[in-house]
């Protein structure tokens, strides 16, 4: 089950010439350390002390009983899915750096 943090918009960057996008050199934070500009900043993996993690959980099975066929629109399956957020317990020190700058492309 992949899990990833819970913020996944887009990295901060400093619009200098005001057209919504992050080109012609312009400066952003790169919190995932990927080296590049991304409009997701989440980092795959579990997290570190104090990082708020989503896990997601998608369950089929087949229904207990076969009414299923008399509703219009329903399959002999059924599908269960529950999202949850979870902030890891800090039980090691978690290495706190501050976060990279990149410019745009």
Do not use: H
């Not at 409009?39 to 998608?58: M, N, P």
């Not at 008399?70 to 800090?90: A, H, W």
Request: proline share 10%; charged share 20%; glycine share 10%.
């Amino acid at each position: 089950m992949p899990a990833s943090p819970t913020w996944r918009g887009p990295k901060d960057f400093t619009d200098v010439n005001g057209n919504g996008a992050c080109d012609n050199g312009e400066p952003f934070e790169d919190v995932n350390a990927n080296g590049s500009w991304d409009a997701d900043r989440a980092a795959a993996g579990f997290g570190g002390a104090r990082d708020a993690v989503l896990y997601s959980v998608t369950v089929n099975y087949p229904r207990a009983f076969p009414l299923a066929k008399f509703i219009p629109g329903q399959t002999d399956d059924f599908t269960l899915r529950t999202q949850t957020v979870l902030r890891n317990q800090p039980y090691g020190l978690q290495e706190v750096s501050p976060p990279a700058t990149g410019n745009c492309a």
